[in-house]
């Protein structure tokens, strides 16, 4: 491996604002390559990016269920491996409990360190791994080739450097976070996906805008920012989305990169043991989620309190009626078919509230069934998703509802189907408030706009209707 000399990173207020490179959009070259081919292709490039690249910093955008973390464990471990000892920066302990049990289990000999919080009690997915130590201090995991813990934890670590650092979910760290984690490495690899929630504050953040010191942008964009001469990669291919999915996550969210399916449509399918006659339409939207993949399980029109009754009711039944009727998955890990259980099925929705009111609705029919916002549901993974639109029932749009990656998140978690419960009206809601956020100096254009997107997702789902008639 070669190392390129120590420099120091250009982060805000040490350089003026630089253009951010442009992203590449998706390969021609590989359109009639194998999925598995052209996944492989973009993972080598990285890592010959990282073992002999020149830059001092690596950035790769990812589309839900592209195998982000299978690369920040292939990287960490080849980097240890090479005598290159590293950390890794991950942003909730969820997800470093998550990247020490899988790096646990594809590299065993390797000795990791938990960096931790002195109250902290080891999870049962860890402690069975002899060669994982937990610690509240750097001085205690000596011994550690990697060492792995939250972006606020190494915030408070006072001194230490290391060759190379790995930031996973890079998009959801705001930009002071990584400022203060920045001295502690020479080289990193930034992963995460570009589609998903921003990073967000409880206080009013706009006396920042358009400064290069913005808190608020993502280490992602403040890093391209001010180093736009840092390779961008791209993973084309999703292995979570299914084939009917990925096409209509790509054009709403990821206009610009795309991205392809890594299974087709006859690798994977979803049916049900028992007969859904007299359900209605919560069995006409079942059926229709499994058999294209999507369905909209659409309300009568009314404007409603956030906390709106009978959506959180349509949902739980929604969920109730996908283990009633016996839902059985097919797919590239189970060509025999598997029973699609509690906790394979996931319903999201944009505030707690809601949240609580579905999980309220469910009782113990419903026991092991996810239930949360969108915010908790980054990063996971389901059979069968259910999402209450964050614009169901509502008078306005306003920013926070038209986010795009709140919606992108909560039609981004499922491996199978995705139903969608919402009042109609939507559509002409959006046309009622076309976007009108200010444009402010020196901020940057992100795409794609929360309008746009989520015109884009109703479009398609209008097609995919079932619709409830009134009493």
């Known amino acids: 491996m070669t190392t390129s000399p120590p420099q120091r990173w250009v982060l805000p207020g040490t350089r003026s604002l630089g253009v951010v490179a442009p992203r590449a959009g ?41 195998g982000k973390s299978t690369l920040v464990v292939r990287a960490a471990g080849e980097l240890a491996q090479a005598g290159e000892p590293l950390i890794v920066v991950a942003q909730t302990n969820e997800q470093v409990d998550d990247l020490i049990e899988r790096l646990a289990q594809a590299q065993p000999e390797l000795p990791i360190g938990r960096l931790s919080a002195n109250d902290y ?46 930031v996973d979910e890079a998009y959801q760290m705001r930009s002071d976070a990584l400022l203060r984690v920045a001295s502690r490495f020479d080289r990193a690899l930034f992963v995460g996906d570009p589609g998903q929630l921003d990073p967000f504050s409880t206080v009013d953040t706009e006396r920042w805008l358009g400064l290069t010191w913005d808190p608020m942008q993502s280490a992602v964009a403040a890093l391209l920012r001010h180093n736009p001469e840092l390779p961008v990669h791209r993973l084309p291919v999703s292995w979570r989305l299914p084939a009917p999915a990925a096409p209509v996550v790509a054009e709403a969210f990821y206009p610009f990169t795309g991205f392809s399916a890594g299974t087709t449509a006859e690798q994977r399918s979803l049916a049900f043991t028992t007969s859904g006659f007299g359900g209605g339409a919560v069995d006409e939207a079942l059926e229709l989620a499994a058999a294209t993949g999507w369905a909209l399980y659409e309300l009568p029109a009314r404007h409603t309190l956030r906390t709106d009754s009978e959506a959180a009711a349509a949902c739980a ?34 505030h707690r509230d809601q949240v609580a009111a579905i999980r309220s609705r469910l009782g113990r029919a419903g026991a092991g069934i996810t239930v949360d916002t969108a915010n908790r549901l980054q990063g996971r993974e389901y059979d069968v ?4 639109h964050p614009l169901s029932g509502r008078r306005d749009a306003t920013a926070f509802h038209l986010e795009a990656g709140r919606l992108c998140v909560l039609a981004s978690r499922h491996r199978h189907a995705c139903v969608v419960v919402a009042r109609a009206g939507i559509s002409e809601l959006l046309d009622a408030h076309p976007s009108t956020e200010p444009v402010h100096l020196n901020v940057p254009v992100k795409f794609p706009d929360g309008w746009e997107a ?18």
């Open 454 to 471: 989520n015109q884009s997702v109703m479009s398609y789902l209008t097609s995919h209707r079932a619709v409830v008639r009134l009493p």
């Open 317 to 350: 039944k929604l969920a109730l009626r996908f283990l009633e009727r016996g839902a059985v998955a097919v797919s590239e890990r189970e060509p025999g078919g598997v029973p699609v259980t509690a906790d394979r099925i996931a319903i999201g929705a944009a």
């Open 385 to 388: 998703t259910i999402v209450l």
């Open 26 to 66: 998706a390969d021609p070259a590989g359109a009639t390559e194998p999925p598995g081919a052209r996944a492989d292709r973009a993972v080598a490039a990285v890592l010959a990016d990282l073992h002999h690249g020149e830059h001092r910093g690596v950035v790769v955008d990812s589309p839900p269920g592209a």
């Open 121 to 166: 009690s080891a999870s049962e997915r860890i402690q069975n791994y002899s060669t994982v130590r937990v610690a509240a201090k750097v001085a205690d995991l000596g011994a550690s080739s990697v060492i792995i813990g939250t972006a606020a934890k190494w915030a408070m670590v006072p001194e230490g450097r290391w060759p190379w650092a790995i």
